[in-house]
């Protein structure tokens, strides 16, 4: 029968915009996230992280917000680029090295 | 600064089969923890080791087992390997909290 996915909520942007990609998470006492990139046939790649005693971090063209009220992070990424097409993950850690992963957002960048 | 390094890269193996996956972490890092990847189940952690030592387990069954050297590698074993155990599976090495991906192995179980 028909393998049943994973739904990935996608986002198109045009080349030069800047993208929004917001994630929930789980657990109201984890207190350290992280963002990956991850393309087709590769492992994640590390693009950010942030600690709960911080709301904002601010990288090489993306931005990382925490809102610990509502549980929620956001990675911003300025001025997209095609290069930028991925799958986007937020991760929560939960234990030593244990994280939890979202379900990613796919990244389209139209050119 | 090497990566993380994963052998081999892909592998086919038959239902029953065992494999045996390795992964070289970056240098310095003495924490290595797996993760199986699929298209249903997306990113699911396995365990962590840390000095040798298993410091935290997933929701996997036993026939997933784990272990790491003094070198800090780890290798994981999957015995009696059933269709759905195919997937991409992610070793990250760490040190203080920051998580480095490498490239997976591909499984497929045929």
């Known amino acids: 029968g028909e393998s049943v996915g994973l739904h990935l909520p996608t986002l198109s942007v045009q080349e030069g915009d800047n993208s929004i990609i917001n994630c929930a998470y789980s657990?109201?006492?984890?207190?350290?996230f992280i963002w990956y990139k991850q393309e087709s046939g590769k492992g994640p790649q590390f693009i950010i992280d942030?600690?709960?005693?911080?709301d904002k971090r601010q990288g090489q063209r993306v931005t990382v917000l925490l809102n610990k009220t509502v549980k929620h992070l956001s990675l911003q990424i300025a001025a997209t680029q095609p290069g930028d097409s991925a799958v986007y993950f937020c991760?929560?850690?939960?234990?030593?090295?244990?994280?939890?992963f979202g379900t990613g957002t796919s990244l389209t960048v139209i050119p | 600064k090497a990566g993380v390094t994963q052998t081999p890269r892909y592998l086919i193996k038959t239902r029953g089969q065992q494999v045996t996956l390795s992964c070289s972490p970056i240098?310095?890092?003495?924490?290595v923890s797996w993760y199986q990847q699929t298209p249903g189940q997306g990113l699911q952690f396995l365990f962590e080791?840390?000095?040798?030592?298993?410091?935290n387990k997933g929701n996997f069954p036993g026939r997933f087992s784990g272990r790491q050297f003094s070198n800090s590698r780890s290798e994981m074993n999957v015995s009696t390997l059933e269709l759905g155990d195919s997937a991409l599976y992610l070793c990250?090495?760490?040190?203080?909290?920051?998580?480095?991906f490498g490239p997976g192995t591909r499984l497929t179980v045929l």
């Open positions: 240098s310095g890092h003495r924490s």
């Open positions: 942030i600690r709960s005693n911080m």
């Open positions: 991760a929560e850690n939960i234990a030593g090295n244990q994280f939890y």
């Open positions: 990250a090495s760490s040190y203080h909290n920051e998580q480095f």
């Open positions: 080791y840390f000095s040798e030592t298993q410091r």
């Open positions: 657990n109201s006492a984890s207190d350290y």
